[in-house]
């Protein structure tokens, strides 16, 4: 094991909230894997892969009994052909602070997984489910943003990754947040309020060449700002097109919120989507696994992750209750 000694002594080096990037500059050859990483093992255990597969609804964990209002959407039922299935090795899992894993028997863990994810999931994935989402304001600058103290998560992504949608998916809410077919329309800090109590940021998308040079380089310097600077940011999610094989610019962006220390989780979008050869030839799986190995030589933590799609909900339940564990933590601490 490497030992590693991190300027966060009081928090677990294996969290989400000590993870953070080699100090290098990345150059990345999408065409080739990265160098192998030095990693701090999460824990010990048999040398076999264990499969995300199983969905755990919401409901199923305490505080997340409650009914669905009209206004809401009608869950829709995942179709086989776009369930997902990877084979996760147990030193990539991502472990939740104070997450006991426990084993069976027979030496298979037995501490439950997001489906679709690489997550375990907590003691603290609690109040998980939404019943009132509301647009609260845009801002320009961090110090416009709310000042109620309220915990929040950022999503991030280049321009068209279905930002948007995904935000829509997650509060079941057809037009919360407004899509567009034209790239690059959010151009500031939007804050939504989820059930009185914590916030879902949408940051303008990065990497559209069809918006002015100046527009685009405020966008960049507002939203590094905001990540650098928000007290009540309680993890960026970084969103990645899993349809399409690895952008450079997305593997850059990764790099930077690592190497600032920024809790990050990768989402991976699109993954109902089959692309054809021209565009690589590749599922979403694979796609998503090709990211990992790219981006795993800049950090000394794997990076908790979960595939979603607008289309189905795939992933919705399951970003939820990570949201939710990753945020009851950070209230208690």
Known sequence: MVLLHLP??????????SLFSKPKTPTFNIATTLHPILTCKLFSAPKSTLSASESIPISQF??????????????????PEFETHIEIPLEKLFVPPETEVKYTDSGALSTRILKGSNILLSKYARDAQVNQAEFVKSSVRTEDCPSDGLPEFA???????????LLNSLVRRKKLALTSKKPGK???INHFRINDSWYLVDLPGYGYAAAPQELRTDWVKFTKDYFLNRSTLVSVFLLI??????????LEYASWLGQNQIPMTLIFTKCDKRKKK???GKKAEENVQDFQELIS???ETVPPWIMTSSLTNQGRDEML????QLRNYWLKH
Do not use: W, Y
């Not at 966060?8 to 909230?17: A, G, V």
């Not at 097109?241 to 997305?250: E, L, R």
């Open 186 to 188: 959010t151009q500031c």
């Open 321 to 324: 209750l990570h949201m939710a």
């Open 278 to 280: 021209r565009h690589g």
């Open 8 to 17: 966060r002594t009081h928090i677990s080096l294996c969290t989400h909230f």
């Open 155 to 165: 999503l991030v992504g280049r321009s068209n990754v279905g930002k948007s949608s």
């Open 297 to 299: 030589g800049f950090f």
């Open 241 to 250: 097109d899993a349809s399409i094989p690895a952008k450079k610019i997305d």
């Open 62 to 79: 305490p505080g997340n009994h409650i009914e669905t209002p009209q206004e809401f959407e009608t869950p829709i039922e995942i179709h």
